[in-house]
């Protein structure tokens, strides 16, 4: 049983910082892709950036040049590095694993959240 725990949210002002982490259990990340996902109230929950095996990045136009994923193979972690946040940011985030190398389709695993708000 895969295991997947989110830390690191918080309440930020805008234009600050925070640093996410994703810690796993039950599998070993290295050879499956990653991603970090958030959902905002009475919104869908969309991908915010993915990291493949190899540690190759996707970002969705929102987070470009703000976030950076990265990934730790020896620690088993994946962290999001969120830099000159925006109240729209505000957002649960939710680490998730796919069950391939690359960031496709939909993850097979799932965390189980951390809330992320930005105050204006």
């Known amino acids: 049983q895969v295991q997947l725990v989110e830390s690191g949210g918080g309440l930020v002002q805008a234009g600050g910082s925070l640093r996410l982490s994703c810690a796993a259990s039950g599998r070993t990340l290295s050879s499956y892709a990653m991603g970090w996902f958030r959902q905002a109230p009475g919104k869908e929950r969309d991908i915010v950036a993915g990291i493949t095996w190899s540690g190759g990045t996707y970002y969705a136009d929102s987070a470009k040049g703000r976030f950076t994923m990265s990934r730790d193979n020896a620690k088993n972690t994946v962290y999001l590095e969120m830099n000159s946040l925006k109240p729209e940011d505000t957002a649960i985030y939710y680490c998730?694993?796919?069950?391939?190398?690359?960031?496709?389709?939909?993850?097979?695993?799932w965390g189980q959240g951390t809330q992320v708000t930005v105050a204006s």
């Open positions: 998730a694993v796919y069950s391939s190398r690359v960031i496709r389709g939909t993850p097979s695993y």
